[in-house]
């Protein structure tokens, strides 16, 4: 994977992942065999995971906790889908004003993960932007390393997910 990565980079990608990476089809066929219940519940799970980073670094920019905090609400019913698009598109805008490269992406993630409560198909959004982030962060040297552990926790989070929702 390092040297597809490498490769992306080297393009000026944005996005340093695609659907079809093996990776990202096996987490689809995963997410695919889990409920939209439980999807949408590793989704926000995830998205926290994100905002935990951006809010110490953008301490007053509230729009990644709104939109997940509004998701939740949808979740649980308590909001209708519309309201809570708003709080998302928010989220993702905020990634116009960053410099960041890997917060830029970070934004987007947080974005995906919470537009899960539309259709399940976004789930896999938030691995290809967050793991986009983890190579920003950290570079390609010890890459393939860094993004088997992180798929390995989304795998394991999403069976958990499965698991607990059934």
């Known amino acids: ?20 990476d093996d990776i990202m089809i096996e987490l689809s066929m995963i997410i695919n065999d ?8 590793w989704a926000i799970e995830m998205a926290e995971e994100s905002k ?11 729009r990644p906790k709104r939109a997940i905090e509004l998701t939740k609400l949808w979740a649980k019913g308590e909001l209708k ?21 890997s917060d830029i992406a970070r934004c ?3 974005g995906q993960a919470c537009s ?8 896999i959004g938030y691995p ?4 986009t982030a983890l190579i920003r962060d950290n570079g390609t040297d010890d890459c ?16 958990y997910w499965k698991e607990y929702k059934a």
């Open 81 to 101: 889908m519309p309201f809570v698009k708003g709080a998302i598109i928010d989220c993702h805008a905020m990634a116009k004003d960053l410099d960041s490269l």
């Open 34 to 41: 889990v409920s939209k219940e439980a999807v949408v519940s």
């Open 52 to 62: 935990r980073i951006l809010a110490t670094r953008y301490p007053f920019d509230d």
């Open 128 to 131: 290809l932007y967050d793991l």
């Open 108 to 110: 987007h993630a947080i």
């Open 144 to 159: 393939d390393t860094l993004i088997k552990r992180r798929v390995a926790h989304y795998k394991e989070r999403l069976i």
């Open 116 to 123: 899960v409560m539309h259709t399940k198909r976004h789930a």
């Open 1 to 20: 994977m390092k040297e597809i990565i490498i490769s992306r980079i080297k393009r000026k990608r944005q996005i340093l992942f695609d659907r079809d």
